[in-house]
Structures are given as C-alpha cells and as structure tokens.
C-alpha cells in the first residue's frame, strides 16, 4: 500500500527527518495530484488541494506521521556568466523579458538549456557553458501567494 500526504512543510525543518526522499526535476516539482516514486521504489500518493511549486529540501506530510523529502534532479543548463554584476542584471532582465524560468545567484545564472537563447545570451556578451546542476529558478511575482519561496501552498509550523 503506498504512502499518502496532503501536506507540504517548507523547508523541510531540521528536526524533522525523512523517512524516504523523492528527486524531481523542475518541471516534474509542479503538481497536485500525483504517484510519485520514491528512491528506495516505494511509493507515495501525492494530493494536495491546490497545485504547488515543490522546492529542494521540502517535506510532503504522510498521513500517519513521517516525511518524504524532496531533492532537486540534476538537469542539463546553460551557467551564464557575465562580464560584471552590470551585465548580470542585463543579462536577467533580458532571460524575464522571455519568461524564462532562472536561478540568479552572485555571478551567474542557470536556465534550461534552449540554443536560440544560448546564441542570444552570448551575442549579449555573456560566457555560456553547459553544466549539469540541480535547478530551482525563482518564482514569478504571480506565483501563488503562500510561503516565503512562492510555492503557493500552506505551511505547517510545529
């Protein structure tokens, strides 16, 4: 019989430790009703009343008690490096402009690897290489309105 939760807790506190874990890519960590397999082939029901953006280091709540962590997926991206912090923040205003999902960390960002927006990125000056990373872009300002990620679901505070 598989696992069920309802519930997200985020992040995952570090006093609540997790029984078995999920990895998901970017793509595969936007849902609300699914079966998702866990790590040790074990299963778990995952349904929640409103989708989500489920985050590196969330819990999903098991009915019953105990967690089930969720990892970030290393995928194939783009590590985009600019010539300053100036340009970093060309460089980002143009990737939003295109609505694409992006990590904006200190001296680089990540995005889904896309030729035409590599070609673009480096006719804007930018170094682009290939890494293989997990990804988690930041939200939208529209993206849902719960929790201090943006993930658009409640919280549980133990």
Known sequence: MPYRSTDVLSPGPA?????HRVTLTHDQRH??????HL?????????LKEPVML????LLVLEGGGYIEVKAAEEPLYEIRP?????????????????LPAAI????????????IRAMLEG??????????????????????G???????HHHHD
């Open 124 to 145: 804007l000056g930018a170094t682009v290489s290939d890494v293989v990373e997990p990804f988690q872009p930041l939200r939208g300002a529209y993206h849902g309105t």
């Open 83 to 99: 010539r300053d912090r100036v340009h970093l923040v060309g460089l980002a205003w143009h990737l939003g402009n295109r609505h």
């Open 15 to 19: 006093d609540k430790r997790p029984l």
């Open 39 to 47: 790590e040790n082939d074990d299963v778990v029901m995952l349904d």
């Open 147 to 153: 929790g201090d990620h943006g993930h658009g679901h």
């Open 55 to 58: 985050a590196d280091g969330d």
């Open 31 to 36: 849902l609300r009703r699914k079966l998702l």
């Open 105 to 116: 960390e200190e001296g680089r960002i990540l995005i889904a690897r896309d030729p035409v």
